[in-house]
């Protein structure tokens, strides 16, 4: 079975920087879609990021330019930098990955659009 686990979450100033990680297990690289989602209190799911499995990606409006999705071939890691967090980006951090995508790049997912999730991290940023 696919298992995705969350690491790196914290708390952070703001301004500061957080590097997520995702270890997926019992999965291939290959076609995959891989995402992350927050959720901050009160507030429903939304996606953050995206990366197929040529390295293109894909971001949110909301974090263009201060956040960048990677993913490791060799580990089949998923990372998340981020980088001069706000407030707003306070919530709980969550890997995705699903095969079915047709464009991976299309932006805007909702959680219902990919099948296998983590458990999440927590960030914090005050």
């Known amino acids: 079975h696919v298992q995705l686990v969350e690491s790196g979450g914290g708390s952070v100033q703001v301004g500061g920087s957080l590097n997520l990680s995702c270890a997926a297990t019992?999965?291939?690289?290959?076609?995959?879609?891989m995402a992350w989602f927050r959720q901050g209190p009160g507030s429903e799911r939304e996606w953050v990021a995206a990366i197929d499995s040529t390295g293109a990606k894909r971001y949110a409006s909301s974090v263009k330019g201060r956040f960048t999705i990677s993913h490791d071939n060799v580990n089949n890691n998923l990372y998340l930098q981020m980088d001069n967090l706000k407030p707003e980006d306070t919530g709980m951090f969550y890997c995705?990955?699903?095969?079915?995508?047709?464009?991976?790049?299309?932006?805007?997912?909702?959680?219902?659009?990919?099948?296998?999730w983590g458990r999440g991290t927590q960030v914090t940023v005050s």
């Open positions: 019992g999965m291939s690289a290959s076609s995959m879609c």
């Open positions: 995705a990955a699903d095969w079915g995508i047709a464009n991976c790049l299309a932006g805007s997912w909702s959680p219902a659009d990919f099948d296998y």
